[in-house]
């Protein structure tokens, strides 16, 4: 799979430390110019349904339970590979200096009724919902949000929207 950036967030001076690694996958649902995404109002933020894969699961089931999890999606298939972000990050727990994100993304056809999401606590705390959306206007509207450096950035938005952009760049007609 083809590595889109590595990115190395500024509070990150080098990779020494205390590492945590995460491997990610991140679905690529798209409908024309509309695409399904994770708005979340803490962050103010257009995400990418998706996430950490457990230990005992392999990159393309624990992206079918993540999208289905948060999106209430069923009948996910994954049709092709898109590629890659490495980031390397602090990390928010004092047991680890870094975290070491390995996020994969892929494209995927799903059931066209979506329904009722399994969110986590903290994902409803943080007022996550999956919206369909022109992806232009999740562009712009992130672009606006890292441009204000509004103080509920969170930390996956820069490379949420390299990936976006990329999408927008290759996969729109």
Excluded at 35 to 59: H, M, W
Aim: hydrophobic share 35%; aromatic share 10%; net charge negative.
């Amino acid at each position: 799979m083809r590595m889109i950036q590595k990115l190395i967030h500024p509070a990150t001076p080098d990779l020494n430390g205390r590492m945590f690694e995460r491997k990610a996958a991140r679905g690529i649902i798209m409908r024309g110019s509309e695409i399904l995404l994770l708005y979340t109002r803490r962050y103010n933020d257009y995400s990418f349904p998706g996430g950490g894969v457990e230990a005992d699961e392999d990159l393309l089931s624990g992206l079918r339970r993540e999208i289905a999890e948060e999106t209430g999606a069923t009948q996910v298939e994954v049709t092709n590979e898109f590629g890659y972000i490495e980031e390397y990050r602090p990390h928010y727990k004092p047991e680890y200096d870094l975290i070491h994100m390995l996020s994969y993304y892929y494209v995927c056809n799903i059931h066209e009724h979506l329904g009722e999401a399994q969110l986590e606590d903290y994902e409803l705390n943080n007022g996550m919902s999956a919206v369909w959306i022109d992806i232009h206007q999740a562009i712009k509207h992130n672009r606006q949000v890292i441009k204000n450096k509004e103080a509920s950035m969170g930390f996956s938005i820069e490379r949420e929207t390299i990936v976006l952009e990329l999408i927008a760049s290759e996969l729109i007609l």
